[in-house]
């Protein structure tokens, strides 16, 4: 066990680096750096993580699994932490009135029926980004690029719900900046539908910079920030 201040002093620093790593990113891509928001993803480590990041002002935090970020928004919020909940993995029905109650947005939204289901849930708007499957795989989650007009249309008539735009993961043994220029493209699939929706929610630890590099408004980091994730005991 790390004892707790030097965890702390590993997360800023971890944190100082990745900050200017995503800026150095948007540099690089003649951006500016405040056009990327840094989402860091807790998942596998524990809450006192998640606090620490929030106490060191990184208040927007990813998760990928309602059954691990429930607890861990609860005990935040208990200890009067504000964090943003961005959710981020793969989202069965069932867990729709769960993860409505935490997050303030939900990345993975990839088909009408989970659209139907976090509206009803829904006791406060959330916003919305549409998961696209860049490789037509739907099993590993994410919507086919031909669906993505029906479901904007879907999620932008949903009452309780904001659709901010798109989200996806590069698919394994593709070329990051391929991925993402495809889903620039896909991004104005969804514009077309609700010009509002402009957000583009791309780029892990490996591929952050090419996703800047095509746009992206928002970076999913998780290693880059916690380290090397272990399973959790
Ligand atoms: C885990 C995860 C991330 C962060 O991945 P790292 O490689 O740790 O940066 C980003 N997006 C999703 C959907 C994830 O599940």
Same mark, same amino acid.
């Given at each position: 066990?790390?004892?707790?201040?030097?965890?702390?002093?590993?997360?800023?620093d971890?944190?100082?680096?990745?900050?200017e790593?995503?800026?150095?990113?948007?540099?690089?891509?003649?951006?500016?750096?405040?056009?990327?928001?840094?989402?860091?993803?807790?998942?596998?480590?524990?809450?006192?993580?998640?606090?620490?990041?929030?106490?060191?002002s990184?208040s927007?935090?990813?998760?990928?699994?309602?059954?691990?970020?429930?607890?861990?928004?609860?005990?935040?919020?208990?200890?009067?932490?504000?964090?943003?909940?961005?959710?981020v993995?793969?989202?069965q029905?069932?867990?729709?009135?769960?993860?409505?109650?935490?997050? +303030?947005w939900?990345?993975?939204? /990839?088909? #009408?029926? @989970?659209? =139907? !289901?976090?509206?009803? &849930? *829904?006791?406060?708007?959330?916003?919305?980004?549409?998961?696209?499957?860049?490789?037509?795989?739907?099993?590993? +989650?994410?919507?086919?690029?031909? /669906?993505? #007009?029906? @479901?904007? =249309? !879907?999620?932008?008539? &949903? *009452?309780?719900?904001?659709?901010?735009?798109?989200?996806?993961?590069?698919p394994?043994?593709?070329?990051p900046?391929?991925?993402?220029?495809?889903?620039?493209?896909?991004?104005?699939?969804?514009?077309?539908?609700?010009? *509002?929706?402009?957000?583009?929610?791309?780029?892990?630890s490996?591929?952050?910079?090419?996703?800047?590099?095509?746009?992206?408004?928002?970076?999913?980091l998780?290693?880059?920030?916690l380290?090397?994730?272990?399973?959790? *005991?």
């Amino acid at each position: 066990m790390v004892p707790e201040g030097s965890r702390r002093a590993q997360l800023r620093d971890n944190l100082t680096r990745t900050r200017e790593a995503v800026a150095a990113a948007c540099r690089e891509a003649g951006r500016e750096p405040d056009s990327v928001r840094l989402i860091v993803v807790t998942k596998n480590f524990p809450a006192a993580d998640a606090a620490t990041l929030v106490e060191l002002s990184q208040s927007d935090l990813g998760e990928n699994r309602d059954q691990e970020a429930a607890p861990k928004a609860a005990e935040l919020a208990e200890r009067g932490l504000d964090a943003t909940w961005h959710f981020v993995g793969r989202l069965q029905r069932n867990k729709a009135r769960s993860v409505a109650r935490y997050a +303030g947005w939900v990345h993975s939204v /990839d088909r #009408p029926r @989970l659209v =139907e !289901a976090l509206d009803r &849930a *829904a006791e406060r708007p959330i916003d919305v980004l549409l998961q696209v499957s860049l490789d037509d795989d739907t099993s590993r +989650g994410g919507a086919s690029i031909g /669906d993505l #007009p029906l @479901l904007a =249309e !879907a999620a932008a008539g &949903a *009452a309780s719900l904001r659709l901010r735009g798109v989200m996806a993961v590069a698919p394994l043994g593709w070329e990051p900046v391929k991925a993402f220029e495809l889903l620039a493209k896909c991004s104005e699939t969804v514009r077309a539908v609700e010009p *509002a929706a402009a957000e583009i929610s791309a780029g892990m630890s490996g591929d952050f910079a090419a996703a800047v590099a095509c746009g992206a408004t928002m970076v999913r980091l998780g290693r880059n920030v916690l380290g090397e994730r272990e399973p959790m *005991a």
